[in-house]
């Protein structure tokens, strides 16, 4: 398909690890991004992964990309009630960013 | 990174009435992005400002409809203009930015959003 898709919604409990699915469309994108936005704010850029990676770690979060499928995951480790937020997929397609509609994170006590 | 200062965060308007919102950002960026987030929906870019050129629409957005200025290098303008409900969304501007050091990682940084609510 032409869209970026995700899941729409993740529940998880505080201190579980959160993973975040995301499937992309173009190949040729060099970057991959994941974007939070918390309730009432913009977009802020959370991490990026290379597209000749295969993973990226930074602190709790974890990147993986699988290029053949064309699927990006975040993974969440420890998740905190100040990570509840709607998380994008994006990718670069004719040099215009394009995000997938966003995975909403609730946090369950 | 680049700050994005955008006004206002919210308000409400009335039918048919028009509502302008601004952007400006604390260097200077060849070009701006202005996208609409309805409800539930991801973030859709309505047209790409460019400063001493008209604005290049994207699909299904027109310049009557969305006039854009870029005066300069570190401003620009949104109009919403013959507001209807359907219009009711949240508006943000963005620009692209360099992250990280010592190799910069290509990437675009946002505004706070315009939330508008149409009456």
């Known amino acids: 398909g032409e869209d970026v898709e995700q899941s729409l919604f993740l529940s998880v409990r505080e201190g579980d690890s959160s993973v975040i699915n995301c499937t992309y469309t173009?190949?040729?994108?060099?970057?991959l991004y994941w974007y939070k936005q918390e309730p009432g704010a913009g977009l802020q850029l959370l991490t990026y992964i290379f597209s000749n990676m295969d993973m990226k770690q930074d602190q709790r979060l974890t990147v993986l990309l699988n290029k053949k499928d064309k699927h990006l995951s975040l993974r969440i480790a420890d998740t905190q009630t100040g990570d509840s937020a709607i998380y994008f997929c994006?990718?670069?397609?004719?040099?215009?960013?394009?995000f997938g509609k966003g995975t909403r994170l609730h946090i369950l006590p | 990174s680049a700050v994005i200062s955008q006004k206002p965060s919210r308000d409400i308007c009335q039918r048919g009435t028009s509502l302008t919102i601004q952007c400006q950002v604390d260097s200077q960026v060849t070009m701006m992005f202005w996208y609409r987030q309805q409800p539930g929906q991801s973030l859709t870019l309505i047209a790409t400002a460019n400063q001493g050129s008209e604005a290049t629409y994207e699909s299904g957005f027109v310049i009557d409809k969305f006039p854009i200025s870029r005066p300069n290098l570190t401003f620009s303008t949104l109009t919403v203009s013959n507001l209807s409900p359907e219009d009711s969304s949240i508006y943000l501007c963005s620009v692209e930015a360099i992250y990280g050091s010592p190799r910069g990682v290509y990437g675009y940084t946002f505004g706070s959003g315009t939330r508008l609510t149409v009456v």
């Open positions: 173009d190949s040729s994108s060099t970057y």
């Open positions: 994006a990718e670069v397609r004719d040099d215009k960013i394009i």
